[in-house]
């Protein structure tokens, strides 16, 4: 009867490591653009061009050192500043387009990514290397102060900024950035 019960024990501890195994070995989050399917329950984004436009407050926000940092820190470059949170299914489908809008436009925009979590840093950043987030820094909010100084309305809410800090687009939900419409946002501005 013991050894019934190690032989069980031992089999169960197998068939855990195999399963424990396959999920370290393939990455659910790996990003796939040609795979992608709408998703028809994520609603469309809310774009609200500023006319006129506004100046952008002073947003202040912890970098991977937990240092301070301030939006005016990063100079003659469109800012594209996304408030987003890890539980948030609209922003974990939003940040691999945000991302590829890095990419694609590297020398003329920042992406500034904030989150507004309650997580640590290292939760943060383990959720960015699980998404493969390569050419996304990301930022925390300071005690949600940058979140209620943007006056964001709910989450994804990205702000588009020109190089001499005046908001031209306030957009909440999610948006596909890969679109030419939604692109064209970014380019009237660089």
């Known amino acids: 009867m013991q050894l ?18 396959n999920f370290a070995a393939h990455d659910p989050y790996e990003y796939n ?81 904030i989150s507004i979590d309650s997580s640590s840093f290292d939760e943060v950043k383990q959720f960015f290397d699980q998404m493969n987030l390569k050419s996304l820094k990301f930022y925390m909010d300071h005690n949600n102060l940058s979140y209620i100084a943007s006056r964001s309305l709910g989450i994804p809410t990205t702000i588009i900024i020109d190089s001499n800090y005046q908001i031209h687009y306030r957009i909440t939900g999610y948006l596909d950035w890969t679109l030419p419409e939604n692109e064209k946002l970014i380019e009237d501005l660089i």
Request: aromatic share 8%.
């Open 33 to 113: 653009p040609s795979t992608e399917q709408p998703a028809d329950n994520v609603p469309k984004a809310n774009i609200e061009k500023l006319d006129p436009t506004e100046q952008a407050p002073e947003l202040m926000f912890l970098n991977t050192n937990r240092e301070l940092k301030s939006l005016f820190g990063f100079k003659n470059k469109v800012l594209v500043v996304n408030f987003w949170a890890s539980w948030c299914l609209p922003c974990l489908k939003e940040m691999p387009k945000l991302n590829n809008l890095k990419v694609k436009y590297a020398k003329d925009i920042e992406v500034i990514t």
């Open 4 to 21: 019934k019960k190690i032989l069980l024990s031992l089999t169960a501890l197998a068939v855990i490591a195999v399963i424990l195994y």
